[in-house]
C-alpha cells in the first residue's frame, strides 16, 4: 500500500520557468513531510522539508507548500536551473519515526 | 570530510545465497538506517539502528538482519536471496535517530543482482 505517492513519473521545463512537482499522501498520522534529490549513481540528497504545523517553507529557489486538508504537497523551483534535472522524492515521516517515499518524479530542465 | 560510504557497489548473487552489504556512515553520526529502492520505486525503510540498538524496522521478513558495531558501521545481511531482492540497497546516517529532526546523508548505495 503506497501511502506516499507522486503521480507524476516524469516532468520537462524550460531553463529559468518554474517547476512544479506534487506529491499526495493518505495517512493522517504523517507530520513532517522532506523533499530529496537524487542524481544518477549518488544517494538522495535532503533538499527541504516541512512541519505540518506549518503550510509553507522556503529556502531560496525552492519552496514547499503543504495542503493538509487535501492531503497534498508540493514542491517549487524557481528559476528552473539544468543542473536541477534529477529524480525528486517526496517522503513522509509519523511520529513513531518511520519514513516512506514516494516512487519519485524526473525533472529534466531543458536549457 | 568522507560522506556515507557503502561496499560493495556491485554485487551477483545467485538464489538462495547469503549477502553481506557494509556501511560507514559520516564521522560522528551514530545513527544508521537501510533502505530498499526496487527498480521504479521509492527507497523503502528496512532498519535503523542507533547506538548499537535496533531503533526501527519496516515490513521485510526475517531473512533480513542488520547490526551497528562500536565504530558506528553497519552491516544488512540477507539470507536465502530471492530473485525479488534484486534493488539497490542504500545505507542513510544522521547524528540522532529523530528522523524529523536530523538530517540524514544516503552513500551511494550497492547494487545486488539476484540470478
Known amino acids: 500500500d503506497q501511502q506516499v505517492k507522486q503521480n507524476s513519473p516524469s516532468l520537462s521545463v524550460q531553463e529559468g520557468r518554474i517547476s512544479i512537482l506534487n506529491c499526495d499522501y493518505t495517512?493522517?498520522?504523517?507530520?513532517?513531510f522532506l523533499w530529496y534529490k537524487k542524481y544518477p549513481a549518488e544517494g538522495p540528497t535532503f533538499l527541504i522539508s516541512?512541519?505540518?504545523?506549518?503550510d509553507k517553507n522556503e529556502d531560496g529557489r525552492f519552496t514547499v507548500f503543504l495542503n493538509k486538508s487535501a492531503k497534498h504537497l508540493s514542491l517549487h523551483i524557481v528559476p528552473s536551473q539544468p543542473g536541477d534535472s534529477a529524480v525528486y522524492f517526496c517522503?513522509?515521516?509519523?511520529?513513531?519515526?518511520?519514513?516512506?517515499f514516494g516512487t519519485g518524479t524526473r525533472l529534466t530542465v531543458i536549457p | 570530510d568522507a560522506g556515507v560510504t557503502q561496499s560493495p557497489t556491485h554485487l551477483i548473487k545467485t538464489r538462495g545465497q547469503q549477502v553481506t552489504l557494509r556501511c560507514s556512515p559520516i564521522?560522528?553520526?551514530?545513527?544508521v538506517s537501510w533502505y530498499q529502492q526496487v527498480l521504479g520505486q521509492g527507497p523503502q525503510f528496512i532498519f535503523q539502528?542507533?547506538?548499537?540498538?535496533?531503533?526501527g524496522r519496516g515490513n521485510f521478513p526475517d531473512r533480513f538482519s542488520a547490526r551497528q558495531f562500536p565504530n558506528y558501521s553497519s552491516e544488512l545481511n540477507v539470507n536465502a536471496l530471492l530473485l525479488g531482492d534484486s534493488a539497490l540497497y542504500l545505507c542513510?546516517?544522521?547524528?540522532?535517530?529523530?528522523?524529523?529532526?536530523?538530517?540524514?546523508?544516503f552513500g551511494a548505495g550497492t547494487r545486488l543482482s539476484v540470478l
Open positions: 495517512n493522517s498520522m504523517f507530520d513532517y
Open positions: 517522503a513522509a515521516i509519523t511520529g513513531a519515526n518511520n519514513l516512506f
Open positions: 539502528y542507533y547506538e548499537k540498538e535496533e531503533r
Open positions: 542513510a546516517s544522521s547524528t540522532q535517530p529523530a528522523l524529523a529532526k536530523n538530517i540524514q546523508y
Open positions: 516541512i512541519s505540518s504545523i506549518k
Open positions: 564521522s560522528g553520526h551514530k545513527s
